[in-house]
């Protein structure tokens, strides 16, 4: 892809999905709608060089849509609408957030469109993350798994924060707020297995292993399988990127047709991300639902 505008430079950060974007100046309506192409067609974007205060990502944000404000995690007191993703340097051998492939929070009725990450304290090395393209995974299966998923809708729940929870004999990082046994988090939604971006119209996945029960009509037990073999194969490697963090970073992703992984392996080193979201729309399936 090139860019429309020259005082953007965009680098292709692998194969099959993202991409490294130096900006020549501020993000003003021209150079906004480059990233907001550019988004599109990468689905993920790494900016460099960045120097934002909390409350100019908070205007970033909202110039991609409405905030989306994520549910069971504390947020900022002095900025609402982000959320703290820190891991401290003494928390060893903890769990930490985002450390599994994921789709942020999708068990709402209408998960995030997008989701934004901005990199205040990074370590020396170590704490990247992965991210996978589930358009590609959906375009490289057969034709006959494809007309089997586009029917089927899945089952997600918050279960991280339900009455299920995160098992005891499991540390987790004290330095983010989440909350724990809550109830209304084990609610079940329907959604589409197979969803239809609405700007590009391709179709992508859209299961993950944290918030996917089951296939709606199916017991856990029947659903396993096939769930389990969509999780390994969305997360081939020529599926997927890996973002290295500098502090001043900035990374955007398309929430609707990628999964993500924060990968855990800085012990002994301090994080520190601000993060927002972009609310969206209910998914739209491959094929349209009789009600």
């Known amino acids: 892809m090139t860019s429309p505008d020259s005082r953007i ?8 999905l993202g991409a490294d974007i130096d900006l020549a100046g501020p993000v003003d309506d021209g150079i906004f709608a480059a990233i907001r192409q550019a988004l599109d067609h990468y689905l993920v974007i790494h900016l460099h060089g960045l120097d934002l205060a909390p409350e100019e990502l908070v205007a970033l944000t909202r110039r ?11 947020h900022m007191d002095t900025h609402p609408d982000i959320v703290a993703v820190k891991k401290a340097a003494d928390e060893r051998k903890v769990s930490t957030f985002g450390n599994a492939w994921h789709s942020d929070f999708s068990f709402l009725d209408q998960p995030p469109m997008a989701s ?31 007309a089997v998923l586009d029917g089927l809708d899945a089952m997600h729940a918050g279960r991280p924060y339900g009455t ?27 959604h589409p297995v197979v969803r239809v971006h609405p700007g590009t119209g ?23 399988p096939l769930l389990d073999f969509l999780y390994a194969h969305a997360v081939r490697p020529e599926f997927t990127c890996r973002l290295r963090w500098t502090a001043g970073d900035l990374a955007i992703w398309d929430n609707r047709c990628t999964l993500h992984y924060a990968v855990n392996d800085y012990d002994g080193q301090d994080r520190l991300l601000y993060r927002t979201m972009v609310q969206g729309e209910r998914p739209v399936p491959a094929i349209p639902r009789r009600h």
């Open 116 to 146: 934004l990450l901005y990199a205040r304290q990074v370590p020396s090395h170590g704490g990247d993350t992965l991210f996978a393209n589930m358009v590609e995974a959906y375009d490289a299966l057969s034709d006959g798994l494809k």
């Open 164 to 190: 299920g929870g995160v098992p005891g004999t499991i540390a987790v990082s004290r330095s983010i707020g989440i909350e724990r046994n809550r109830p209304e988090a084990d609610r079940e939604v329907a």
């Open 64 to 74: 991609f849509g409405t905030i989306s404000r994520a549910p069971y995690i504390k």
């Open 202 to 224: 391709r179709k992508a996945l859209f299961v993950n292993p944290i918030y996917t029960i089951r296939f709606a009509g199916m017991t856990v037990e029947e659903s396993r």
């Open 9 to 16: 430079t965009i680098r292709p950060m692998a194969g099959s």
